[in-house]
């Protein structure tokens, strides 16, 4: 049998040490539950858990040992360029500042009016261009969930 | 006998029933599709719609939503990846594979005819044995309940890919995350850091609109030059041979599903969850390897979430308890409408019972119409642009959620789990695991101090209740023998048992 | 069967119409109603019964939405920050009356102003079939000497067990375990199965169950039998110190944010008095084990208090809570 050894993801190490790091910090939010460590108590699963978290993130990072680095890769800046080349391109970036922005958008405005919005202009960034298609389709979809979830369901939306 | 009968075919031969199920069936379907839309809510908002009706047409119009609603989560989890209900997410796991290979006609086909088949056995058991069952429910006693939530937490195993240390760390964070929020018995904050909003706890639904729903779309984004897979939809309804040959499967995962369902403290998602492991376990050689796009791997959480159904009328209309949250609002249905639903519904008006159980049926038959028409159209949607699709799921999330509680902050824990879901997708992390972590952890840290509680806080009496009760010890050894079989052990064991 | 059905339907969208065209005062539109407790409980039970005589009334259409978690703590704090039109209703149980006492929220009831306190429930105190006791008396005595023996259900602290419990060991000295269930439901559930020894409950929750004789019944929360339980003592006979607490029992009420114009509150109060009294309603409440209370005003303030002093100061004395409701400005009852 060939093992093929598996290979590092770009910033996958360190992901796994922040995984640690928060469970150590969910470790200690869990201790101060009851100030202690108790059998049958708030705190008794909130702790047991934190460690199981803890013990397995150790494993994880433990893992990488067995795991090669991309051999193109050799320094840390390197391997951060590589990272932010395969996470953050721009149709990515741009996606989530606009759902987050949209995300705002809903409790200011409304939700019907901030969803035509953030739909369309997703739409036709996506489709460079085709304005008018995207606008219908925009307006179908509002239509179709005004329908569903005002109307049929009763659901209040803000 | 001849009343039982008249009863039972109540549903079957008035005009208005039928229209009134068919109808909830149809509307159950797309309810449970839409994450977010629960058939608890559906059903909530039916009693004040339905107040003046005469009751026969109420609950014939819940137990159409109900069977519908149940069915309807495995489609956006086969087409889309998210699942309309926690009950469908082992359904992705097989499902959602299919359709990236063309199949999701097929999928949904096969989902369908296995749907009704274990909606069938489960409305058989329930006919045939419901005041058995319900007096075997109420014998699990709280540390029987632990024993099932560390049965579930065995599945991990099989949920987790190829690394059990990131597996297991994913069971914690998702049992860490179903506890946040008040403490039921000591009403303290638990890893609330002092947020007020937190207070009620992340809905499960909340975290599993964000890990699948959000990070899938985010997925999607990274691949976004991938062109949607054409599909296939001449072979909608599976062949005979197909649906023979996955008979026997049906069949035991059916059984786990009433039994499950019938259980007060658990429902469809964890049967269905359990049944998959079933599958996992029992079926050796698969065609196509589970989790990617095995059939056995839909068979078995389909039949059994709707298997759940008919369990969980089973202690609703032989005790008046609830079998789980919707059968919980039909209790509260009838109550309105000045029924008296408890141990005694079945003597004093036992056509409640036989025409719930007819009713049962007929719903069930009319899934298998609804669900197998309009596949062509539905499986059409997997080949929409990702221009297009990926700004929509992000809508329906979001609606979904906000739907849930009518909370701005659960959408933003729903983003923010997206976010998380999608580094952990990444990183080789599995979405399976997280959930059965959010499902089981609370039932887990109940159960346990509910049971550690009952025997005076002594864990010595604690661990001995597990093995002198005779359900508990019947539990007890499934656990051991499961750990033993993941285990080198298993190997000695087996050499030593042929030479003899 | 049909056509009465579809007729009812027509009626139904037609009215639906009507409310949304013709009136310009108060109530314009549709009303946003939240209530504090899940779906299928004792307060969503009563509140969705009521709610359709309300419509009636109001000529409109009340959207509710259950909201619950945090012992009602979410609920209640939604409604408090929509804004004071009136389109907002809560629809809650007792709990809100002792946050400050449980270190839950820093809001009670006061906070708000109520349209109408209901009704309010019995509460018994129940066992299973195979128990020795057919009294609490006798149950007290067997906990007396053996103490730390017998279970007790549980809701959590807060929760109406906890409560009784806490004014029982006010007077006597009732040393159980105690062990928590999710709500009336899965605490029901153990008693059938015979898991726990004995839970206070709502006479809702186990009426059908001590009439088909799955549950008996050791003691009604009262100083008097009641009718629908006959043969199932008052408490009092074991514990004749509850009785300057009695009568007490968890309760349901509609309140709205506190600066809704007066003539809102005013139309709320009379269209809620009008359909509790209603034939429907009462119908449903007899049968549901609860009991009308129907009060507006001055009288609903008055109980809102009473209810808050009496059960904070037992809890207290108790050594149930650790707060001082004096701290609180709670006063002695």
């Not at chain 2, 007819?358 to 119409?369: S, T, V």
């Not at chain 3, 978690?69 to 709990?95: C, K, S, W």
Request: net charge negative.
């Amino acid at each position: 049998m060939t093992k093929k050894i598996e290979r590092v993801r770009a910033g996958e190490k360190v992901f796994d040490w922040l995984l640690l790091l928060f469970s150590a910090g969910v470790l200690y939010e869990a201790y101060r539950i009851d100030n202690g460590v108790q059998l049958n108590s708030a705190g008794s699963f909130p702790v047991g858990l934190a460690l199981i978290m803890l013990v397995s993130s150790i494993a994880i990072l433990f893992s990488h040992r067995r795991k090669q680095r991309d051999p193109q890769i050799r320094s840390a800046s390197q391997e951060f360029k590589v990272f932010l080349h395969e996470h953050f391109k721009t149709h990515i970036v741009v996606f989530s500042i606009v759902s987050m922005l949209y995300l705002v958008a809903i409790v200011w405005t409304s939700f019907y009016i901030s969803t035509f919005i953030f739909l369309a202009a997703m739409f036709i960034y996506y489709r460079q261009g085709k304005i008018i298609s995207s606008l219908v389709i925009a307006s179908l979809a509002i239509a179709i969930i005004y329908m569903l979830f005002t109307i049929v369901f009763r659901v209040y939306l803000p | 006998m001849s009343d039982t009968f008249s009863y039972l075919l109540m549903a079957w031969l008035d005009p208005g029933l039928l229209g009134l199920t068919a109808l909830g069936v149809i509307a159950g379907i797309y309810i449970g599709a839409i994450p977010g839309l629960s058939v608890t809510m559906a059903v909530s908002i039916l009693i004040s719609f339905t107040f003046s009706w005469e009751i026969n047409n109420a609950l014939a119009l819940m137990v159409g939503i109900y069977v519908g609603g149940v069915y309807g989560g495995s489609r956006t989890a086969i087409l889309l990846n998210i699942p309309g209900a926690p009950s469908a997410v082992t359904t992705a796991f097989d499902g959602y594979p299919l359709a990236q290979k063309g199949e999701a006609g097929k999928a949904i086909g096969l989902s369908t005819v296995m749907s009704v088949i274990g909606g069938l056995i489960g409305v058989v058991v329930l006919a045939a044995t419901a005041p058995h069952l319900a007096d075997l429910a109420l014998k699990f006693a709280p540390r029987d309940y632990f024993l099932i939530a560390a049965m579930g937490l065995l599945l991990v195993s099989s949920l987790s890919g190829k690394s059990l240390a990131r597996g297991i760390f994913s069971v914690a964070l998702g049992a860490t995350i179903g506890l946040v929020g008040m403490d039921m018995v000591t009403a303290q904050p638990r890893l609330t850091m002092g947020s007020m909003e937190l207070l009620g706890g992340i809905h499960y639904v909340v975290v599993m609109i964000g890990l699948f729903g959000v990070a899938e779309a985010f997925y999607q984004l990274h691949n976004m030059a991938k062109v949607p897979v054409k599909q296939n939809v001449d072979k909608i309804v599976p062949p005979l041979n197909m649906v023979l040959k996955f008979l026997p499967l049906s069949l035991r995962t059916s059984i786990i599903g009433v039994v499950v369902g019938a259980l007060p403290g658990t429902g469809g998602d964890i049967a269905s969850l359990f049944a998959y492991d079933h599958a996992k376990r029992t079926v050796k050689n698969p065609e196509v390897p589970f989790g990617e796009g095995a059939y056995e791997g839909l068979v078995a959480p389909e039949t059994a979430n709707n298997a759940a159904v008919g369990g969980a009328y089973v202690p609703m209309l032989t005790l008046g308890m609830p079998g789980d949250a919707v059968t919980a609002v039909i209790i509260g249905a009838l109550v309105i409408h000045g029924l008296n639903p408890g141990p005694m519904l079945m003597i004093e008006t036992p056509y409640i019972f036989w025409f719930t159980v007819g009713n049962l049926a007929l719903a069930n038959i009319f899934l298998l119409i609804f669900g197998l028409t309009g596949i062509k159209l539905f499986s059409k949607i997997v080949e929409v642009p990702k221009a297009i699709m990926i700004p929509l799921i992000l809508v329906l999330c979001v609606v979904g959620t906000y739907s849930l509680n009518s909370s701005m902050t659960e959408v933003y824990w729903m983003l923010g789990f997206g976010i998380l879901g999608y580094w952990l997708k990444m990183f080789g992390f599995q979405m399976g695991p997280i959930i059965l972590g959010v499902i089981l952890g609370p039932l887990l840290d109940q159960s346990y101090r509910q049971a550690m509680s009952s025997v005076g806080d002594s864990s010595v009496d604690f661990l001995l209740a597990l093995v002198i009760n005779p359900l508990s010890l019947v539990l007890t050894s499934v656990i051991v023998l499961v750990l033993l079989g993941n285990t080198p052990l298993k190997g000695w064991l087996y050499s030593r048992f042929k030479r003899s | 069967m049909t056509k009465p059905l579809f007729t009812q339907l027509a009626i139904a969208i037609g009215s639906l119409a009507v409310a949304g065209s013709a009136l310009a005062d108060y109530p314009e539109r549709n009303i946003q109603g939240t209530i504090q407790w899940g779906a299928g409980g004792a307060t969503d039970n009563v509140v969705r019964s009521l709610t359709p005589h309300v419509e009636e009334v109001l000529d409109t259409t009340i959207v509710l939405t259950n909201r619950p978690g945090g012992t009602g703590v979410i609920g209640m704090n939604h409604v408090m920050r929509q804004r004071p039109d009136g389109y907002n209703l809560l629809f809650g149980a007792e709990n809100p009356q002792l946050y400050p006492l449980m270190g839950l929220a820093d809001f009670t009831y006061d906070d708000m102003y109520p349209i109408n306190i209901i009704g309010q429930g019995r509460v018994v105190i129940a066992t299973h079939p195979n128990s020795p006791f057919d009294t609490f008396a006798e149950l007290l005595e067997y906990a007396h000497e053996n103490p730390d023996e017998l279970k007790m259900g549980g809701t959590g602290a807060g929760g109406l067990p906890s409560t009784i419990h806490a004014m029982i060991n006010s007077v006597d000295d009732l040393n159980v375990r105690t062990v928590t269930f999710g709500g009336d439901g899965p605490g029901v559930t153990a008693l059938l199965g015979e898991h726990i020894d004995f839970m206070p409950l709502s006479l809702s929750a186990v009426a059908e169950q001590i009439r088909a004789g799955r549950l008996k019944g050791l003691a009604v929360l009262g100083s008097e039998e009641l009718e629908d339980l006959p043969d199932v003592p008052p408490i009092t006979d074991a514990l004749p110190g509850l009785d300057s607490f009695l009568p007490w029992g968890p309760f349901w009420g509609v309140f709205v944010h506190e600066d809704t114009p007066d003539d809102v509150k005013a139309t709320l109060e009379d269209a809620y008095e009008q359909a509790v009294a209603s034939d429907g309603f009462q119908e449903f409440l007899t049968n549901f084990g609860g009991e009308s209370l129907n009060l507006n005003g001055e009288e609903a303030q008055q109980y809102l208090d009473n209810w808050q002093s009496v059960t904070a100061w037992s809890m207290f004395e108790a050594d149930a809570v650790e707060k001082s409701p004096e701290e609180l400005g709670i006063p002695r009852p």
